[in-house]
Each structure stands twice: as structure tokens, then as C-alpha cells.
């Protein structure tokens, strides 16, 4: 079954600190997306990887083909990070997205 | 460059009614996605267009249907509301699809279906 898993559902930061955002999937994908959505629905994207890591800003994504993982890291947190932070895997299987259900992130001055 | 544009942004209806929501993509882009997203069930896919086909369809009930145009806007349809379908409704566009690139997403159209 094509499953997408994200963890922690909830976090809650001091401004500076470094956070992790944790995607887990199931089988095999052609793409995963980063994506962040702020209070009122609006939807970002922030990264789309396939494979190794990519950069922007304070912003880092990483995947692991074999362990089926990625992270989204942000560096130096600040206020206006607060958001939902949502994984979507495109599967090898599938045409469409599959979203995990979000991890939701304050950080407080 | 414009980004993609959704009407109307609200929008309250009555179990029974039909609803029609558009979704102008950046100029250039081919490829519309829909997405259903509810407290319960977050993000969901609807459908896919591309070039005026429907390339790729979700996991819906029939009332929910969908359409693009020549000049790539998109329109979505759902009839016979109920009140489950109360949710915020996104599309995205991108260049090729959105199997190969980046998408880019519209504000939502918030549909309360009472």
C-alpha cells in the first residue's frame, strides 16, 4: 500500500533552534515534494527531490533512496516558520501525489 | 509573472446544490492538479489536466468532475453536495505536469457546504 508517514505531527521551537521534519514512505517513488502552508491555506513549494539533498536558504532537504526517508531541516528558526509543513511522494506506481498529513510547527521568540 | 488565481475564494452552498469552481494557471503552464483538503482527511488528489485531457483521476465519487480549456483554465464541478464535501478546494499548475515539475498553487476556493 502506498503510504506516507510524517513525524512529528507537532513542534514547537525557541526561535534559533534547529528543527527536523521526518517523511517516511513506503515503496519506491519518482519524487518528493516539500511543501509549506500558512495559516489562511496558501501552499508553497519548497523543494522537489528525487534524490541527494538540495539547499535554499535556511532551508535543507534531504532523501535517502534506500531507507525510503527524508527530512526538511531549518536552520536557525524563526517566527515566521510557523507553519504546517507537508511531505508528498509521487510512487513509481502512481501518476498522482500522495501527501503525508502534515507537521505542524510554532516557534516562539 | 501572475500566479495561479482561484474564484471564488468562499463560497456557501446547500446539500443538493451544484458548484463550479475555476482556476486560472500561470500563463505557460500546460498542467492543472485539483486537491481536496479537510481537517480529517487532509491533502487529496482529484484530478490532473494536461493539454485539455484528463491525464490522471483520484479517488472520488463521480460527482466530482472537472474539465480544461484551450487556454489551460480549468473548471471543477461537484453536484449533488453533501455536507462532506465542505473543505478547501487548491489547484496547482505547473509547466509539463505534475509528475515532472514544480507546482505551483492557488490561494484555494473555502466551500461550505451546509
Known amino acids: 500500500k502506498n503510504e506516507v508517514e510524517q513525524s512529528p505531527q507537532n513542534l514547537t521551537a ?3 533552534e534547529f528543527i527536523t521534519i521526518n ?3 513506503s515503496v519506491g517513488i519518482s519524487a518528493l515534494h516539500w511543501l509549506q502552508q500558512h495559516p489562511g491555506g496558501g501552499i508553497v513549494s519548497l523543494f522537489m527531490l528525487s534524490s541527494g539533498k538540495k539547499k535554499h536558504g535556511r532551508l535543507i532537504a534531504t532523501i535517502n533512496i534506500q531507507e525510503k526517508h527524508s527530512s526538511l531541516h531549518i536552520t536557525a528558526s524563526h517566527p515566521r516558520d510557523s507553519a504546517v509543513y507537508i511531505c508528498a511522494v509521487r510512487f513509481l506506481s502512481q501518476g498522482n501525489l500522495i501527501f503525508g ?3 505542524k510547527l510554532s516557534v516562539k521568540p | ?3 495561479v488565481t482561484q474564484t471564488p ?3 456557501i452552498k446547500t446539500r443538493g446544490q451544484q458548484v463550479t469552481l475555476s482556476c486560472s494557471p500561470i500563463s505557460g503552464h500546460r498542467s492543472v492538479s485539483w486537491y481536496q483538503q479537510t481537517p480529517g482527511q487532509g ?3 482529484l ?3 494536461f493539454s485539455e485531457t484528463q491525464r490522471n483521476k483520484g479517488n472520488f465519487p463521480g460527482r466530482f468532475s472537472g474539465r480544461q480549456f484551450s487556454n489551460s483554465r480549468s473548471e471543477m464541478n461537484v453536484s449533488t453536495l ?3 464535501d465542505s473543505a478547501l478546494y487548491l489547484c496547482a499548475s505547473s509547466r509539463r505536469g505534475a509528475s515532472y515539475n514544480e507546482q505551483f498553487f492557488g490561494p484555494g476556493t473555502r466551500l461550505t457546504v451546509l
Request: proline share 0%.
Open chain 1, 23 to 25: 517523511c517516511s514512505y
Open chain 1, 14 to 16: 525557541q526561535e534559533g
Open chain 2, 43 to 45: 491533502l487529496q488528489f
Open chain 2, 82 to 84: 453533501e455536507l462532506g
Open chain 1, 101 to 103: 498529513k502534515g507537521t
Open chain 2, 9 to 11: 475564494r468562499y463560497l
Open chain 2, 1 to 3: 509573472k501572475a500566479g
Open chain 2, 47 to 49: 484530478f490532473e489536466y
